[in-house]
């Protein structure tokens, strides 16, 4: 809730009045320390205290859970068809195989589960008691629909396809880092074993790997989920024409800093999923090839 707060500061342009805007995101063009504790302190004493951190909690599950489902499949089945390739070629597969794959997963995803992030964008956007805001998950569901249209449900999809960057930098990081965290681990193994497997790799491993990889990819894209975010919230069709006029309006109003509004809050939050995710992933993929 507090990245997308972040995320979402604008200057409100001449032809909006005011009022109208009152129930959006902070719209403070600057980025200056303690801007996350004031708006915590916001959230807590004007929006219903710590229930009011917990709003949108059902769009946020719903969409990470379906999300990385639908991502592993989706990157598992891609890497399988191109080592298959590969194979057939006496090759192995290299940095930009990987991108390709996670990336490949990452549009898929993206297209099937855009409708679930807009909602989630605009219930953390808003507090509970704003005028207009979704009271639930089905609720503003029904809203863009009968207000919006199907492509209501769409809003931000070219910065968030612009984003599958972000998943291929992630997994291409973190498939080389396994390698060569195997590869200072193990001496004697084949080529074959060392560039296929992760032998010897322990769950601190998995832990640093994913930490590296995460900060590393979230450091590169991290733009787009500002400019996302913006084009997502409830009066973004009256404020800004599509993605090139944010990016026009941040960079104008607010520098290169705008760009990364929330960048602390969002590691900190997506950091101990990634943890979890990617120690399951691993653990479950050990095990399951040990029954085969």
């Excluded at 760009?259 to 939050?269: I, M, S």
Aim: proline content about 3%.
């Amino acid at each position: 809730m507090v990245k997308t707060r972040l995320q979402g500061k604008f200057d409100v342009p001449p032809q909006i009045e005011s009022w109208e805007l009152n129930y959006l995101v902070d719209r403070s063009s600057s980025s200056r320390l303690g801007s996350s504790l004031r708006i915590i302190r916001e959230i807590f004493y004007h929006e219903g205290g710590l229930v009011a951190f917990y709003r949108g909690l059902t769009p946020n599950v719903i969409g990470n859970s379906t999300s990385w489902g639908l991502y592993f499949l989706c990157y598992g089945s891609l890497k399988d068809t191109i080592r298959a390739y590969r194979d057939k070629k006496g090759q192995i597969l290299s940095s930009s195989d990987y991108f390709i794959a996670s990336g490949g997963a990452g549009a898929i995803t993206s297209v099937l589960t855009n409708p679930i992030w807009v909602i989630k964008t605009r219930m953390l956007s808003t507090g509970s008691r704003a005028p207009g805001a979704y009271s639930s998950f089905t609720y503003g569901a029904k809203q863009i629909y009968n207000a919006e249209g199907i492509p209501g449900f769409y809003r931000g999809l070219v910065p968030a396809l612009f984003g599958v960057s972000h998943g291929g930098l992630q997994f291409m990081a973190y498939e080389q880092l396994k390698l060569l965290r195997s590869w200072s681990k193990t001496t004697e193994v084949s080529q074959t074993k060392s560039h296929s497997g992760t032998e010897g790799l322990g769950n601190l491993d998995f832990f640093a790997i994913s930490s590296l990889s995460k900060v590393f990819a979230s450091s590169m894209t991290y733009p787009y989920q500002v400019i996302r975010s913006r084009l997502q919230t409830y009066e973004a069709r009256v404020i800004y024409r599509g993605a090139v006029d944010v990016f026009s309006q941040i960079w104008a109003r607010e520098g290169m800093a705008g760009f990364y509004k929330g960048l602390g809050p969002n590691l900190f939050r997506v950091l101990p999923s990634t943890w979890v995710t990617f120690l399951v992933y691993e653990n479950t993929k050990f095990y399951l090839s040990r029954l085969e």
